[in-house]
């Protein structure tokens, strides 16, 4: 039996007795978690390679700091003026991955940055994270939760799209919740009715299937509470709440990723395959709006990283990096799907990121 094929089986047998001693059914929103996080087995808290350019490295997907050095150096642009602007002096990063992105902004913000918090579940990642930033000493330091009070600019590369959601499907006329049973030692889905509804009503009474994300939205004001001064940047892919609980999309967002290839079904290998939804940025907006912050705009990635000077770095480039950045910008790549928004403390100022194409009145 191989690595892999012994931690599903390992984790499937525990998922198993917590739904049996669940009275035989959970939530997608636990089964996810579960699937994601449960210490040692879970997909970000497991040995197994996640990140890289190409299948051949055993890799599941890639992110845009992977491919291309030139995504953090844009993003840097943003992250200082923040810092000057806020008068602070530390990074937050939450889900660091590989620790590509703070080796970007590290080397090119310098001596703005007196501190580089992450904020990381995985213990694999840490490790490459710590081999990767070594360099830079106790700049870096590591954290498994949010202190109770804190400073600075926080940068969460696809993050959001990690947290749990919870399934809301309608069939009749009738909305039920979504979850995860079994049939024998086999993950089925099972419904059951709610009063759990999507923020917008959707017209119609045909089948309907879509996510709330009360996890995403508890994160964001856990983060206006405890961010005292500061700003915060998320980059992830997803849409404001009119796209996303648009009549036509009624097949959901969940989506899994393994060895760079995308399939539709969680309930199977599980540990083995990175678990997502789609971000409502609306509902991140207003969770953290609710909270005391003020959003400074949002847009594309596209927009963003131009705003910030990609144009003129791929100018400098060689051709090889200037191919894999243009990836960034494209529309049919990641530069429409991947949005950012951007948050704040206190009154919202002047975001290099957002001083053209901003979406902010689309939220």
């Known amino acids: 039996m191989t690595t892999a094929d012994s931690l599903t089986t390992t984790l499937t047998s525990r998922m198993v007795q917590a739904i049996q001693a669940a009275g035989g059914w959970i939530g997608f929103d636990d089964f996810m978690s579960r699937a ?18 190409m299948p051949g490295s055993g890799s599941d997907f890639v992110t845009a700091p992977e491919l291309s050095p030139l995504f953090g150096r844009a993003l840097a642009v943003q992250v200082g003026q923040a810092l000057a602007h806020t008068q602070t002096d530390e990074v937050w990063e939450f889900g660091a991955g590989s620790g590509a992105l703070a080796l ?32 830079f000493g106790e700049r870096v330091q590591w954290v498994s939760e949010l202190p109770a009070t804190m400073q600075g600019v926080v940068v ?19 909305w039920y919740e979504r979850g995860v049973a079994l049939a024998g030692e086999r993950f089925v889905w099972a419904d059951r009715p709610t009063p759990l509804r999507p923020p917008v009503e959707i017209d119609g009474s045909y089948d309907y299937l879509t996510e709330i994300h009360p996890q995403a939205e508890a994160f964001m004001r856990t983060l206006a509470e405890r961010l005292q001064r500061g700003a915060a940047f998320f980059i992830d892919y997803g849409f404001p709440e009119a796209e996303y609980y648009h009549p036509q999309r ?8 393994r060895g760079h290839r995308a399939d539709a079904d969680p309930l199977v290998e599980v540990g083995l395959k990175d678990i997502t939804a789609h971000v409502n940025f609306t509902g991140m907006a207003l969770a953290a709006q609710e909270a005391g912050l003020s959003v400074l705009g949002y847009s594309s990635q596209a927009r963003f990283l131009l705003n910030c000077g990609l144009a003129q770095l791929m100018e400098q480039a060689e051709l090889p990096l200037r191919a894999q950045a243009h990836k960034l910008v494209m529309e049919h790549e990641m530069g429409e799907l991947f949005k950012v928004i951007g948050l704040c403390t206190g009154e919202p100022w002047y975001a290099t990121g957002f001083s053209a194409g901003d979406r902010t009145h689309t939220l």
């Open 104 to 135: 970007q902004l590290l080397q090119a913000l310098g001596e703005q940055v007196r501190r580089y918090t992450i904020v990381d579940l995985s213990g694999a990642l840490r490790t490459r994270q710590q081999q990767t930033l070594q360099s």
């Open 250 to 257: 009624h097949m959901g967002t969940v989506m899994c990723h």
């Open 36 to 53: 994601l996080y449960t210490p040692g087995l879970g997909y970000y808290a497991n040995d197994l390679r996640k990140l890289g350019l």
């Open 156 to 174: 969460g590369n696809e993050v959001l799209d990690a947290m749990p959601v919870q399934l809301l499907a309608r069939g009749d006329g009738v």
